[in-house]
């Protein structure tokens, strides 16, 4: 039997941190889903307002770089162990409580995701490529023992998060909505072993550029203490496992100046693999490489995009093995990202040697970058169907 009070108690409404001014006539028209239109009427419903559609939340559009800002709504969706996702609904952005002994607190048994919402200079409001999230969350999910939202309550969910708050939605040019959908073990666990009851959760907020060096060059180090993954464990899935334990590096390399680390295998410390919140490319003349995802390296969404986008500018693309020599000896280095988005590298630093790379204009993952941001604004066409329009 789960106890689902005892589990997580959403406090909704009395905690909500912001007006509600995203409940606009087509909420109320019932925009969103069945029990989704009747929570979220509740909401609006609750306070006073009278928004439209077109404006915008009291936020300092220019100075958005990547930290929480708080939204007037996130989803949540609960079931058992063996149960399926069936019905979740909106909320008013707020607090959960959770069991002390919830598998997530006590065991890690948790998936995040990361998607954006774009607006465009017509008003249209996009999400780029969000089955790819809702796929590898059931990917994660499996690895991790965890029932898991179909593809299309993921989407409906993260639709339903981005719509609710729209007036979040940056304006076009000035960042986007990035929206945090999570999976995790709610249900107590005291042995290890998987939780009785998982939540769904999906929150947002308007988000710039990732790295303090804005669309700056990064200077990255290379760890050879410490590693992202080792084979066989969890770094090919978006756990949240996998972040925490590169917190002490990040810290170590931004003390030193760094922007981030770059990590190497954790059998030969010569390959490398990713960055702390990013996939990394090299480019030798026309072939760009990526380390191939092979358990250990995060399958990102960027990641498959821009592999798509070199070979329709005519590049070739090899995903494999790159020892540390190739990165020295490379022309090029940039990372992907949905939250880094592409972001060139100007050196990194292994055992106190810095290697530095051309940061002109002329890059290639400019063009990559321009091709990409061209397609999720509407300048390119979208050939492959990757922008979901929501509005
Ligand atoms: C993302 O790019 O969406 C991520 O999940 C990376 C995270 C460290 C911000």
């Known amino acids: 039997m789960i106890q689902r009070s005892a589990c997580v108690f959403l406090r909704l409404l009395s905690r909500a941190p912001t007006p509600p001014s995203s409940c606009t006539s087509k909420a109320r028209a019932g925009y969103y889903g069945t029990q989704a239109t009747s929570s979220l009427r509740e909401a609006c419903e609750s306070s006073n307002y009278s928004r439209t559609d077109d404006e915008y939340a009291d936020v300092e559009w220019d100075n958005l770089g990547f930290g929480l800002v708080q939204t007037d709504y996130m989803y949540m969706m609960m079931c058992g162990r063996d149960e399926e996702f069936k019905q979740g609904q909106l909320s008013r952005y707020g607090n959960i ?227 540390i020599e190739e990165l020295i000896n490379a022309d090029e280095v940039f990372c992907t990202g949905t939250a880094v988005g592409v972001a060139p590298v100007g050196s990194i630093t292994y055992k106190g040697n810095r290697i530095e790379y051309k940061t002109s204009t002329q890059l290639v993952s400019q063009k990559l970058y321009s091709r990409l941001t061209g397609i999720q604004r509407g300048i390119v066409k979208d050939d492959r169907g990757w922008v979901v329009e929501i509005d």
């Open 97 to 323: 409580e959770l069991s002390p002994s919830a598998g997530v607190l006590n065991y890690g048994q948790g998936l995040f995701e990361g998607t954006k919402a774009f607006r465009r200079e017509d008003g249209g409001l996009f999400l780029f490529r969000p089955q790819e999230n809702a796929i590898r969350m059931q990917i994660g999910a499996q690895r991790m023992c965890m029932p898991c939202p179909s593809a299309e309550q993921f989407l409906d969910a993260v639709k339903q998060t981005a719509l609710a708050n729209r007036r979040w939605i940056p304006p076009p040019g000035k960042g986007s909505l990035y929206i945090r959908p999570l999976l995790m073990g709610s249900g107590p666990v005291l042995g290890l072993a998987p939780a009785s009851e998982y939540t769904f959760l999906v929150y947002a907020s308007p988000v710039g550029n990732y790295f303090k060096e804005g669309i700056d060059a990064l200077n990255l180090y290379v760890e050879d203490e410490f590693h992202r993954a080792a084979r066989g464990g969890a770094g090919g899935v978006k756990s949240i496992t996998n972040y925490a334990p590169v917190l002490k590096a990040i810290a170590r390399a931004r003390d030193r100046g760094f922007s981030d680390v770059l990590y190497l295998d954790s059998v030969n410390k010569r390959n490398i693999e990713e960055v702390s919140s990013c996939n990394v490319f090299i480019v030798k003349g026309n072939i760009l490489s990526t380390p191939a995802t092979n358990g250990t390296i995060l399958a990102g969404v960027t990641r498959k995009s821009i592999i798509d986008i070199a070979h329709d500018l005519g590049y070739e693309v090899e995903e494999r093995s790159i020892s």
